[in-house]
């Protein structure tokens, strides 16, 4: 998936203000403006869309682990320079501090049924035997499944577009 997607997701989901998506970059380690967050979040079609690159969504997502779960005892997490969906999964999961189980209901509110099982596939090393890589359609299914538990207006809205 492509990072100014999964930040404009991330974004509506959890309702962020500019002032808020600053300081998550803040928290994260970069020093943003609001200027570079909204070409950011641009569509792809606008004049004005900036590419969001693997280092500075992987500075978001250690921003919002910091925000959402308090910073940790030692030197700051050091964003990745290159991001993949396991990655990105990998951090939504432990910034909201969600066990399979509650993985598995957010998969549930969008007709997506997994088991326990292939869930710990995606969340293994990529050496391992039973690895599994997070496919777009996975990742994007998991955004759209949290976003219906943060917003669940949301999901009759989506219907209604339909």
């Not at 066990?99 to 007709?111: E, M, N, R, S």
Request: glycine share 4%; hydrophobic share 35%.
């Amino acid at each position: 998936m492509e990072n100014n997607v999964i930040l404009r997701r991330l974004r509506y989901t959890f309702d962020f203000s500019d002032d808020t998506m600053i300081k998550l970059f803040d928290l994260g380690g970069l020093e943003v403006d609001r200027a570079q967050i909204s070409d950011w979040l641009k569509g792809d079609d606008h004049p004005e869309h900036t590419k969001l690159n693997d280092n500075k969504l992987a500075t978001f997502l250690n921003g919002l682990i910091v925000m959402k779960r308090g910073k940790k005892d030692g030197p700051p997490m050091l964003p990745e320079k290159q991001l993949n969906n396991n990655l990105i999964f990998r951090k939504l999961k432990i910034a909201l501090n969600l066990k399979d189980t509650d993985v598995i209901a957010i998969y549930d509110l969008v007709d997506m049924h997994i088991s326990k099982h292939e869930l710990s596939a995606i969340f293994r090393k990529p050496g391992q035997k039973q690895y599994r890589e997070c496919k777009d359609q996975f990742l994007r299914n998991f955004l759209y499944g949290l976003q219906f538990k943060e917003r669940p207006e949301s999901k009759s809205e989506e219907r209604e577009d339909e």
